[in-house]
């Protein structure tokens, strides 16, 4: 088997803050391989964003600590000096974010955006850099891309921008994009051509996606394999057919019934997950999720839940001290996946 | 039922709400309209729950905050409760807004963060006189259970709580003053799907419990399906099909209902492998200069020259299923022969009744249409 393109090894991340040290990112490892779009799932404060940004070696400050490591190729994106990770991003790893509206700057041209960024990496012309503008605002299938060329962010509608966001974090082709939210904030149809938009490109240019979301139908859409996060940890990690037909956490039992499925006839009353997730200053001892589960017992309060593989699909991995038989007794509620029954 | 209860509470009547654009250094002219409310007519039930679907761009947030008369309505009429509320001012308007209430999208952004829960819920109460000292004080705390947080809660301020949770302030500030209409506006959207549940379960117990009406506002068709006892589809200001809540996921019949569906990914890999969805090329166009007749036609897949040419009318298919399309979907011959021209039909509609056009795009097999749970 050949090496990984991106491996997380024992991630963590914290922040000082007046309140206390939020633990953000509490030992995650995960691997991504070449050409695959893997999604990370989770809520807000589950650390998804915060891995994201480490990765791009985006969370570093005076009040930030990280551990951990995480290798691209020859190189170590957690101790990579700041000058080496300005070369890095947007020539090895690229990432776009969710607010379209936001991310670019208001006051420059989109394509001269987009040629500032060629040239701060590459000895070319202007001349040149524009043509490859031109051609990567093309390639994300922007019409016009000469006369668009010359727009301003706020000339662009929220979909034509975050096209513009994903050719700009393209232009040098890098072998990872990490797309944080990309649709959350657009409309749904256009939500669907977005999708569409890196489907493609991971089938055409083999690019690797790293895509995070809370949504696990845009999950179930465009992705290979998937992490579920909760609370600064990863509880379960597999391929599409095990998170969903075969999912081994509680959490993941509750997101996937929790779901609101077009597709079914509409429940009387819709299951939740009881309770909100815990604080990150002093979570919870053991398992995180623990406080909102209704299937704990002594063992979840003491350790927290170490990786557990099951024998049949060794890459299918949860964090949840109960054992296989008694999961899949238990998260059958009312005839399907859930954690609790739908009357709260 | 007395012919008082059976009367709508709400009838909104060729409604139009205009904003002028202006220009000129000196005098300010009006150079043209953003054309965000074109000729709405809708009517709600007591007791009912009407979702209002679209994306950004298309009204539905502007047709709430002109219900509420936080929008003075260009056009058009609004009754309440059987009175014309359209044109009353300020005072006249006060009383009545005890018994219209509004919960908002953003829970961090609609309670003010220097005030206490308390206070938070009781100034409605204290403004409207209902109630004071020790009473108001054991009314709130009562509503703060009944919104599933503690009365202990009562002097905290917004920021020592979650997002769910400070929706749940809101909805408890709506309640306070006993409203007949509460107008929601995509209240679950800034939510985490698993708290998203926990607050749409509470909004329904509610409304059976204290017999309330809800105008539940969403950007796609996700969420209403599980509130709503009817659903309006607007696009670009026009509202392009309302339906029975179910019938509008089993049968669409405007293209643009279609494409809404179609674009919820399903969360079944196996059955999203399965289907082709619809992917509408291109964006909403400018409300400001809205296409001519069918405003859908620069992106339908079905529209023909007739689209181009006149606005379809609001056709009646029975059972209070209506659509404004020449060409829709998932109808026989015989529902067109049966259908008539809805009342509720903008006035710049044509009279034109819809064809059946086997040569048009099929869209029936783009949506998950919902049926049983397959055995695993």
Redesign the interface.
Known sequence: MSAPLLSVSDLHVSFATEEGTVKAVDGVSFELDAGEILAIVGESGSGKSVTALTLMGLSRGPNAAIEGAVRLGDKDLVTASDDEMRRIRGERIAMVFQDPMTAMNPVYKVGDQIVEEIRAHEDTSKEDARRRAVEALRSVGIPNPERRYDNYPHEFSGGMRQRAMIALALALEPDVLIADEPTTALDVTIQAQILRLLEQLNQERGLAVILITHDLGVVAEVSDRSLVMYAGRVVEEGTLDDIFYDPQHPYTWGLLGSLTRLDRPRPRHLPSIPGAPPSLIAPPEGCHFRPRCPHEFAKCVKVPPLESRLAEHPDHCDRCWLEPEVKRERRVVEGRIGLVAGAE | MTPEAAAPLVELEHLVKYFPIKAGLLVDRTVDHVHAVDDVTLTLARGETLGLVG??GCGKSTLCRTILRLEEPTEGSITFDGRDITHLGRSKMRPLRRAIQMIFQDPYASLNPRKRVGQIIGDPMRLHGVAGGAERRRAIQSLLERVGLSPEHYNRFPHEF????RQRIGIARALALKPQLIVADEPVSAL???????I??LL?DLQSEMDLTYMFVA?????V??VSDRIAVMYLGKVVEVSPA?EL?TSPHHPYTV???????????K??AARE?L???G??PSPIDPPPACRFHTRCPRATDICRRVEPPLVDYGNGHLAACHHPVNVEAQDIARAKIAPETPLSAGTEMPTLDRGLPDLEET???????PA?
């Open positions: 994306e950004s979650s997002g769910g949770q985490d799907v698993s708290i998203q549940a926990q749409i379960n329904k950007h796609d068709l996700g969420v399906r599980h179910e996921y494409a809404l569906l179609s674009a919820i990914p399903i969360p079944d890999p059955e999203n969805p992917v509408l090329e964006d909403v949506i998950p249409a919902p049926r049983d749970e695993r």
